[in-house]
Nanobody
Framework: QVQLVESGGGLVQPGGSLRLSCAAA????????MGWYRQAPGNERELVAR???????NLADSVKGRFTISRDRAKNTVYLQMKSLKPEDTAVYYC?????????WGRGTQVTVSA
């Protein structure tokens, strides 16, 4: 089993910054992608950013230039640095691990961008 523990969500004003962290523990696949998805009320869950085992990244167009994803392999942790936050970034953010044979989700952390 794999456990994903997210932290770092909260309330921030427009233009502010937050950093999300997700620590993975358990029987991790040997090769896997780590990433962040988000889901706002009434919307489908969407990809925000992901980082592949070779270190390459993929970000949604809506967050390019504002969000950065990084990974600490030694700690099995993935980070999402969010800057210049907008009200439309408000959502529950979910950590995700995916491999060819398995997929795991965290419980989610709320990010609210509001004045």
């Amino acid at each position: 089993q794999v456990q994903l523990v997210e932290s770092g969500g909260g309330l921030v004003q427009p233009g502010g910054s937050l950093r999300l962290s997700c620590a993975a523990a358990g029987s991790l696949p040997s090769i896997y992608t780590m990433g962040w998805y988000r889901q706002a009320p009434g919307n489908e869950r969407e990809l925000v950013a992901r980082i592949f085992s070779d270190g390459s990244t993929n970000l949604a167009d809506s967050v390019k230039g504002r969000f950065t994803i990084s990974r600490d392999r030694a700690k099995n942790t993935v980070y999402l640095q969010m800057k210049s936050l907008k009200p439309e970034d408000t959502a529950v953010y979910y950590c995700h691990i995916g491999s060819l044979s398995s997929t795991y989700w965290g419980r989610g952390t709320q990010v609210t961008v509001s004045a």
